[in-house]
């Protein structure tokens, strides 16, 4: 009996490491494709040349990833080699896609993106939710993706996923969201005010059912809007290290250190818009007083500004544009609490690098140099630093941070298509 038992467990030791080495060679062909570039699309033969596989080898785990939709082939192309022509491999389009969701102080929204980066559906509401209550704001954001969920099931794509940022801290992955001060949320169970809301639908079907709880429930992730907005950041920058600062009515912030986001030990690290300029400033929604959100806050800047509260950023723009002298002051004084904040921030951090997100990119070259004024005063590092010392305005797009929830959706399939492929 013991050496039965003992052979069944050899045995299993074996297929569980034939089973290992296949998801790691599909993982190794599947990166090759996905980081190939977009006008040099790898082969079979490319990829065996690269990786050492044998041909026969790539050749069924490609077809392993095509059968499973998330690679295609393209065009024959003839090359100067004998034999038959190459086929480029690239990544799948609208076949596998992951949603990025966002509840924030002046808008819902919802963007699916498949694997290859291409947005196949948005909603946009613009809304303030100053004051609002959680069951109807995320009751509002279930009935949004139920009718994006049904249109892309009938188009024929797979969903994997959904991230939800918000603007405040929050437990990652699964909450709860512990604070956000500016919606005026406190001690919200995401996952259970969503599956109360996912029990007022009404589905024909239970697999809609189903698939909504999957994704809105049981597998949904939730993030600072910031991180998730970096996230979008760090793939257009490999491996750097930066402070992306997103501005909105509340200011977030995301540590970016080679490559990835530093979230601290529960997910909260990033506040920096209460982090205090002023103890003796003006009290701020979430209790203290003299945070940076009532000098740079979008609210606070456009009332310094005299613009309306319906104004915008690009409002605030035109005005500086024109040389509007109150516009000016109220962007330089944004500027140096701004600065004074993330100085602090960066000789904790040893980051060299700001990102400007959100409503600061459009205004990045009026708060450029106040901010670097600062910084170059207050950084400790500055001297030894130089040039290295910058502040750039976001590449990340309108809404960063549904994209970047919508590609942290996908990042588990894309570091391992085998759980897509094989469960």
């Known amino acids: 009996m013991i050496q039965r038992s003992s052979a069944l467990t050899a045995g299993a030791m074996t297929r569980a490491g034939q089973r290992s080495l296949r998801e790691h060679n599909l993982s190794l062909v599947f990166s090759h494709v996905r980081e190939a570039a977009l006008d040099d699309p790898p082969s079979r033969a490319d990829i065996a040349d690269t990786t050492g596989l044998t041909k026969a080898t790539v050749s069924s785990l490609v077809g392993t990833l095509i059968d499973a939709g998330l690679v295609v082939e393209g065009d024959p192309i003839s090359s100067q080699r004998a034999g038959r022509p190459a086929i480029p491999l690239r990544l799948a389009e609208s076949t596998v896609a992951a949603l990025g969701l966002e509840v924030n102080v002046d808008f819902l929204g919802l963007r699916a993106i498949d694997i290859s980066g291409r947005v196949l559906t948005e909603s946009i509401a613009r809304e303030n939710l100053r004051g609002s209550e959680p069951e109807a704001v995320l009751g509002s954001l279930v009935h ?4 994006e969920v049904k249109a892309l099931d009938r188009a024929g794509v797979r969903l994997v996923g959904a991230s939800l940022a918000l603007p405040g801290i929050a437990d990652h992955p ?79 912030a995301a540590i970016v250190v080679d490559g990835r986001v530093f979230s601290g030990l529960h997910g909260w690290a990033g506040e920096i818009g209460h982090v205090a300029v002023d103890p003796a400033g003006p009290l701020c929604a979430c209790g203290s007083a003299g945070c940076l959100e009532m000098y740079a806050g979008k609210r606070s800047l456009m009332e310094a500004a005299g613009l309306g509260d319906r104004s915008d950023v690009a409002d605030l723009v035109s005005a500086l544009t024109r040389g509007n002298k109150r516009a000016v002051g109220a962007v330089e004084a944004a500027a140096d609490a701004l600065g004074v904040a993330l100085a602090n921030c960066m000789n904790l951090v040893d980051v060299n690098c700001v990102v400007l997100g959100g409503d600061f990119a459009p205004l990045c070259d009026a708060l450029a140099p106040g901010l670097m004024k600062q910084l170059s005063s207050r950084v400790l590092a500055s001297r030894w630093v130089g040039s290295e010392l910058s502040v750039r ?10 994209t970047g929830g919508a590609m942290a959706a996908l990042d588990p399939i894309m570091a391992n298509p085998a759980s897509l492929v094989w469960g």
């Open 144 to 147: 949004r993706v139920a009718h």
């Open 174 to 252: 699964a909450g709860p969201l512990r604070l956000a001060p500016n919606l005026g949320w406190r001690d919200v169970d995401v996952r259970a005010v969503l599956a109360s809301a996912l029990k007022g639908l009404d589905h024909s079907a239970a697999s809609a059912r189903t698939l909504l709880h999957t994704l809105l429930v049981e597998n949904l992730t939730t993030d600072n809007e910031a991180n998730l907005a970096a996230r979008v950041e760090i793939d257009a920058h490999k491996g750097s290290s930066f402070i992306y600062v997103s501005g909105e009515v509340g200011i977030g």
């Open 393 to 402: 305005a976001s590449t990340a797009g309108s809404y960063p941070a549904i």
